[in-house]
């Protein structure tokens, strides 16, 4: 039986994509440039401090006992969470926002259902970092507090909010209803929850790896910044609005992360 805690780790993130698909229900014409690019770095700087204090100084800190050797378990950990979404990305059809091309293996589905593919499959990692923060204080961990794992779900759930946005209302752009666009957004949120349940219960099982966890699941979020988020708030004009926002996002979620850790 889970813990309220638990529960709220997971409803708080898929929370965030809602409400950022709901946006579709407020706002008449579909997202400029500028904003576009302003969410892109927002959420990027929101994953690279989660990834930093939420995740590989926790890992350093639980392999401190190896002594100058603590920081192998936490680089082959990254370095195995950067080469798993690689390998995602190679074997599961996906279309980027703002991307005329497909990746991944040729594929005949709709370029709605890619587009969705694409957010999905970039929020794996995110579900993953959730849910190995909170298997780390079920586990009794001091490296993780209540309130640490609370600011690592608050600013995933954050960061969704544009994500969410980012997928509703470009679909609603090419004419999709609303109804349809805000229900696609909020079903690219869904695999964090369950990708939660899944890292808790394999934790759960091999206690001793939690730095490897961690620093994995931080891998997995770094290289959807690098990949996508980076490269979509620099290219073209108005670059400056997403590091303006990157800047914004990273101290927030420094902010959360250190007050409430």
């Not at 994953?47 to 350093?60: E, G, K, R």
């Not at 709709?110 to 995110?126: A, C, D, F, W, Y």
């Not at 349809?180 to 808790?200: D, H, K, Q, W, Y």
């Amino acid at each position: 039986m889970f813990s309220l805690d638990v529960l709220l780790g997971m409803a708080i993130p898929f929370l965030g994509t809602v409400l950022g698909s709901a946006c579709v229900f407020f706002m008449r014409k579909s997202l400029g440039e500028r904003v576009s690019k302003a969410l892109s770095g927002f959420a990027a700087g929101v994953m690279v401090a989660a990834s930093v204090w939420s995740l590989i100084i926790p890992a350093l800190n639980m392999a401190s006992g190896l002594g100058t050797w603590s920081f192998v378990p936490v680089a082959l950990g990254y370095l195995a969470g950067t080469f798993f979404l690689l390998l995602l990305d190679h074997i599961i059809p996906h279309l980027h926002v703002d991307s005329s091309k497909a990746e991944g293996p040729s594929s005949k589905l709709r370029k709605t259902t890619l587009l969705v593919l694409s957010v999905t499959l970039h929020n794996i990692p995110e579900g993953m970092a959730v849910g190995v923060v909170y298997a780390g204080l079920l586990k009794g961990n001091g490296a993780i507090t209540t309130m640490g794992a609370l600011a690592m779900a608050i600013g995933i759930a954050i960061q969704n909010f544009p994500e969410g946005a980012i997928i509703s209302m470009p679909l609603r752009g090419e004419g999709k209803g609303k109804a349809r666009a805000f229900l696609s957004g909020c079903l690219s949120g869904l695999v964090e929850p369950i990708g939660m349940l899944l890292t808790i219960a394999f934790a759960s099982i091999i206690a001793p790896a939690m730095p490897f966890l961690l620093s994995f699941a931080s891998g997995a979020m770094l290289y959807v910044v690098v990949e996508e988020l980076v490269p979509g708030m620099a290219e073209g004009q108005h670059s400056n609005a997403g590091a303006i926002s990157f800047a914004l996002g990273f101290a927030l979620m420094m902010v959360l992360d250190v007050v409430l850790g």
